[in-house]
């Protein structure tokens, strides 16, 4: 395997010698790279695959993301997206992002403030779309919308303790065990 840094504007391979996967773009027979990368070419297999050298600024799709609900439309919930999941936990965004989670794809309710954990199901540009199906996907932390605490899950339910009320929620596997 043969290794190559190649810089945005520089041709990556011609179409009749390399099938490209990656970050390069087709044009005139020839792929040419989008951004700064690293270009691994195999000779037996004739494909090129060309790596970015940094992460994107936007969480490509199926990436997790942490957002904060701050408000419910008739069609989609609104989000302030903060944090993306690495290796190690979450990881702080250079930038935050809106989002909206449209209703479909929302398999529970969620109430203003509450933290989740979703999944980008589209990232063609600010907002980021993302849904939270799935087992592990939901609110990772709320607050009462009484009182104001903290919200403990008993069972499948979260209970304030401090005034009792009751909130009916999505909740995520991890209900704010992987938050703090």
Known sequence: ??????????????AEEYDVRGSAYYAGYKYI???????LYDDKSHTAV???????????PGA???CQVTGKGKRAYQLKCFAVEGKRGPVDLKYQFTGILPHFLADG???IGDYIRARVVSAHGP???VSIRGPTYGVILSRCPKCGSTLKRHGMALVCPSCAAEAARKIAVGYYASFF
């Open 1 to 14: 395997m043969k290794r190559a840094v190649v810089t945005p504007g520089e041709i990556v391979a011609y």
């Open 33 to 39: 790279a989008c951004t700064l990368c690293v270009a």
């Open 50 to 60: 060309v790596r970015p050298v940094r992460n994107p600024p936007l969480p490509q």
């Open 64 to 66: 997790v993301v942490y």
């Open 109 to 111: 309710r969620l109430g």
């Open 127 to 129: 907002p980021l779309i």
